[in-house]
C-alpha cells in the first residue's frame, strides 16, 4: 500500500496537472443538482447536461418535479438512458422532500439517503456541491480505478474504498479528491486506454510499466 505521505503528493500533483478540476455537472438550486446526479448514473455529464436545460424550463421548482406526468419526465430524459427509473425515482425524490423535508434538500448523509435514487457516492456529490459540505469522498468509477492503481486501497467496493480513503486523507483534502481522480481519469487514466507516457503520477503508480 502507498504510504501516506506519498498519498498526499499524488493529491499535490494531480492539484498542480488539474488547477480547475470541479464538478462537471450544471445546476443552480441543490434539487437541481440532485436531478442532475441522479440522471449521471451510466451517463457523460456532458450528455446530462444537454438535457438539464430544458428540464428544467420546463419543471422550475420542485413541485414541478412532483406533479409532472412520468411519461412526460420519461421523454425529457430519454437520452440519459436508464430512462424509467430515473423518471420514477425523480419525481419520487421531489415528493420526499415535499413531504419529508418541508421542500428544503436535506444537508445530512443520513437524510440525503432516505431519498428516492439517492446512494452513498450521489450523496456525497450533493453534500459537497450543493451545500460545500466534504465530510466524504464520492467514489465513482474513476476514483475507484484510480484509487486501486496508486495503491490507495486494494477494495473493490466503493464504500470500502471510501473507508480507506478517509483514513489517509486530512479533512483538508476531502473537496478535492473526486474532482482530482475523475479529471485525471477522464484526460489521462483513460479506463481502456491510459496515456502513461504523458501521466504526472505515474512514479506512485502500480500499474505503471513503460
Ligand atoms: S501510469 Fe498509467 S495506469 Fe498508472 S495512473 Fe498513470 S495513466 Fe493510469
Given at each position: 500500500?502507498?504510504s501516506?505521505?506519498?498519498?498526499l503528493?499524488?493529491?499535490?500533483?494531480?492539484?498542480?496537472?488539474?488547477p480547475?478540476a470541479?464538478?462537471?455537472?450544471?445546476?443552480?438550486?441543490?434539487?437541481?443538482?440532485v436531478v442532475?446526479?441522479t440522471?449521471?448514473?451510466q451517463?457523460?455529464?456532458?450528455?446530462?447536461?444537454?438535457?438539464?436545460?430544458?428540464?428544467?424550463?420546463?419543471c422550475?421548482?420542485?413541485?414541478d418535479?412532483?406533479?409532472?406526468?412520468?411519461?412526460?419526465?420519461?421523454?425529457?430524459?430519454?437520452?440519459?438512458?436508464?430512462y424509467?427509473?430515473?423518471?420514477k425515482?425523480?419525481?419520487?425524490c421531489?415528493?420526499?422532500v415535499?413531504?419529508?423535508?418541508?421542500?428544503?434538500?436535506?444537508?445530512?448523509?443520513e437524510?440525503?439517503?432516505?431519498?428516492?435514487?439517492?446512494?452513498?457516492?450521489?450523496?456525497?456529490?450533493?453534500l459537497?456541491?450543493?451545500?460545500?459540505i466534504?465530510?466524504?469522498?464520492?467514489?465513482d468509477t474513476?476514483?475507484?480505478?484510480?484509487s486501486?492503481?496508486?495503491?490507495?486501497?486494494?477494495?473493490?467496493?466503493?464504500e470500502?474504498?471510501?473507508?480507506?480513503?478517509?483514513?489517509i486523507?486530512?479533512?483538508?483534502?476531502?473537496?478535492d479528491?473526486?474532482h482530482?481522480?475523475?479529471?485525471h481519469?477522464r484526460?489521462?487514466?483513460?479506463?481502456?486506454?491510459?496515456?502513461c507516457?504523458k501521466?504526472?503520477?505515474?512514479?506512485?503508480?502500480?500499474?505503471?510499466?513503460?
Amino acid at each position: 500500500m502507498t504510504s501516506k505521505k506519498d498519498a498526499l503528493k499524488i493529491i499535490e500533483i494531480l492539484k498542480e496537472t488539474y488547477p480547475d478540476a470541479k464538478c462537471s455537472l450544471d445546476f443552480k438550486t441543490p434539487f437541481q443538482m440532485v436531478v442532475a446526479v441522479t440522471m449521471s448514473a451510466q451517463c457523460t455529464d456532458e450528455r446530462v447536461n444537454k438535457v438539464t436545460p430544458t428540464l428544467f424550463e420546463r419543471c422550475k421548482t420542485i413541485e414541478d418535479f412532483a406533479n409532472i406526468d412520468v411519461n412526460e419526465l420519461e421523454l425529457l430524459i430519454h437520452s440519459c438512458g436508464f430512462y424509467k427509473n430515473k423518471a420514477k425515482n425523480i419525481k419520487l425524490c421531489a415528493k420526499q422532500v415535499l413531504n419529508n423535508f418541508s421542500g428544503e434538500v436535506p444537508h445530512t448523509m443520513e437524510e440525503l439517503l432516505t431519498l428516492a435514487g439517492v446512494g452513498r457516492k450521489s450523496a456525497n456529490v450533493i453534500l459537497l456541491e450543493a451545500f460545500g459540505i466534504a465530510n466524504g469522498i464520492a467514489v465513482d468509477t474513476h476514483a475507484k480505478r484510480i484509487s486501486n492503481k496508486m495503491g490507495l486501497s486494494k477494495e473493490k467496493d466503493p464504500e470500502k474504498i471510501e473507508q480507506d480513503l478517509l483514513k489517509i486523507f486530512p479533512k483538508e483534502y476531502l473537496k478535492d479528491i473526486n474532482h482530482l481522480l475523475v479529471w485525471h481519469g477522464r484526460n489521462t487514466c483513460i479506463a481502456r486506454k491510459p496515456i502513461c507516457e504523458k501521466c504526472t503520477i505515474k512514479k506512485y503508480c502500480k500499474e505503471f510499466c513503460l
